[in-house]
């Protein structure tokens, strides 16, 4: 009616341009069709997107989970040592999910089993991981950027699935090497690592392949360094390592506010700085490390529940106070073969068999090692010294921590370390 209406309007009042009642209405339902399609549009956009963000928080969830695992493992493997010890549970679930899309039946339902992706197809769950860290969901004017890179090398000797190879997990992100040269095959593994951010001294690999290996998966969350993240360098402070020995470690300081929370006996303080775009780090700090009930409630930190509770407590956490936050500049590398932490997760198959990766290489090919690699260099910004006033004589730190640099968005933590001091 209203098209109508205004359509007698404009007839009356415009005697020199005549509109007729089939002119009119014809308008108006080429107007009502065109906002209908337009509607239906937005609709589906809506509801395919609204789907996708709903698909990528679920695999986030399943990351989150996956991780407090991974980490629990770590503790096992590494509490006790005078390393602390850097891992990203975003990097081996990405490098599983990929190497379950060209695995074995069994070996395919083992890894599902152990990353709870019952309901996912293999593509599925790789798109969403590049789509979680991929260079369209990176921030231009973020501080902290970060991306997934993998690849693997093949023997050229080896029979390979080339139209699985191009598939979404891989996207013909594969290389042919000789790995009779070892040598030669470690230096382009390390020359693969040196292109991606950050780019600081450290290899992924630091020994030889084993002589039988015949392909190799690597999988990275490549970030580029912080711009400015606050904290100026002074130092030395004393530090109490695991072993009671106390030890000069350069420091960084940096002031509030910041978020700040703790559990109700004060098992653990927690500490927010949010970072530029949609990163965030988080400080745990537990209580002394020399007895048995503080190691459990760091273990206890590391079951899925809790582990998810703590991370979505610090994204809701709204008080803000301003404190000097005093940590050890942390330069943490962590190397391993990844058989000794999947062993824990019934993931026997995947080194036990001769044929896990028969879809891709067939069979008689065993997977003789996985080796991972992980690396956190945080500290003051170059330039930025704490004044003398703002250095207290003497600093002992007594505690453990978590140190995790988080996404906002998705709440992943992406890299984490637990820090109980290093033999430097």
Aim: charged content about 20%; glycine content about 4%.
């Amino acid at each position: 009616e209203a098209c109508v209406l205004s359509g007698h309007i404009h007839y009356l009042s415009r005697t020199d341009f005549q509109l007729s009642y089939s002119d009119v209405m014809g308008s108006c339902l080429t107007v009502k069709i065109f906002f209908i399609v337009a509607v239906v549009l937005f609709s589906v956009h809506y509801s395919k997107t609204d789907h996708d963000a709903r698909a990528l928080h679920k695999i986030a969830d399943k990351i989150v989970n996956f991780t407090a695992k991974v980490g629990k493992q770590f503790f096992y493997q590494f509490y006790g040592r005078n390393n602390s010890v850097v891992f990203s549970g975003m990097s081996i679930f990405s490098m599983l999910s990929r190497i379950m899309s060209v695995s074995s039946p069994l070996v395919e339902n083992d890894i599902r089993e152990a990353l709870d992706l019952h309901d996912y197809t293999t593509q599925a769950v790789c798109t969403s991981i590049d789509r979680l860290l991929g260079v369209d969901y990176c921030f231009h004017d973020d501080d902290f950027v970060m991306m997934n890179q993998h690849i693997m090398y093949y023997d050229p000797n080896l029979f390979i699935n080339h139209k699985l190879s191009q598939n979404s997990c891989f996207d013909g992100r594969t290389r042919a090497v000789d790995f009779n040269q070892r040598y030669d095959l470690r230096e382009s593994v390390n020359r693969w690592q040196d292109m991606l951010p950050p780019h600081y001294d450290h290899p992924y690999l630091v020994s030889l392949l084993q002589p039988v290996t015949k392909f190799l998966f690597l999988d990275k969350i490549a970030y580029t360094p912080l711009i400015d993240i606050g904290y100026s360098s002074f130092g030395p402070i004393k530090f109490k390592d695991i072993d009671q020995e106390v030890v000069e470690v350069s420091a960084m300081k940096k002031s509030g506010p910041f978020f700040v929370s703790g559990s109700e006996n004060m098992d653990y303080i927690m500490i927010r700085d949010d970072l530029k775009g949609s990163r965030y780090s988080l400080v745990f700090i537990f209580p002394h490390s020399s007895t048995n009930s503080s190691r459990m409630n760091i273990l206890d930190t590391f079951s899925t529940d809790t582990f998810t509770q703590l991370l979505m407590t610090a994204l809701t956490n709204n008080f803000m106070v301003n404190k000097t936050l005093i940590l050890p500049e942390l330069s943490i590398d962590t190397y391993l073969d990844l058989k000794n932490i999947l062993g824990n997760f019934c993931l026997f198959s995947l080194f036990s068999r001769e044929d896990p990766m028969n879809q891709m290489f067939g069979e008689h090919h065993v997977i003789e090692e996985l080796p991972y690699s992980e690396s956190l260099h945080f500290s003051g910004t170059s330039g930025s010294q704490a004044q003398d006033t703002e250095i207290p004589n003497e600093i002992v730190i007594t505690q453990p921590f978590w140190f995790i640099i988080a996404d906002r968005t998705y709440g992943i933590p992406v890299v984490t370390s637990l820090y109980w001091g290093t033999p430097k």
